[in-house]
């Protein structure tokens, strides 16, 4: 079973930066493709960029230019570089594989909270 380990998140001002990490266990990390997802208060879970194993990227619009997905697949780890933050980006981030299921396992996710 894979494990997920989020790290990285904190609390920054409008227009500021964060680098998360996510480290899996598992042997399958380096053949699958990865994403990144958020989860706001009140709000369902959401799918923000993916990397494939290739390295091929996508991004949803709202984050399209400020983010950046990237993988490490020596060090099973996979990055997302966040610029230009803004208050709506304020969640808790986690990773797993773009396609999940209700038994997909997650970890604890890394907060990230903006202010403005």
């Known amino acids: 079973q894979v494990q997920l380990v989020e790290s990285g998140g904190g609390l920054v001002q409008a227009g500021g930066s964060l680098r998360l990490s996510c480290t899996a266990s598992?042997?399958?990390?380096?053949?699958?493709?990865m994403g990144w997802y958020r989860q706001a208060p009140g709000k369902q879970r959401e799918l923000v960029a993916t990397i494939t194993r290739d390295g091929s990227t996508t991004y949803v619009g709202s984050v399209k230019g400020r983010f950046t997905i990237s993988r490490d697949s020596a060090k099973n780890t996979v990055y997302l570089q966040i610029n230009s933050l803004k208050p709506e980006d304020t969640a808790v981030y986690y990773c797993n594989t773009p396609i999940t299921t209700p038994r997909s396992s997650w970890g604890q996710g890394t907060q990230v909270t903006v202010s403005s």
């Open positions: 598992g042997s399958t990390f380096s053949f699958n493709a």
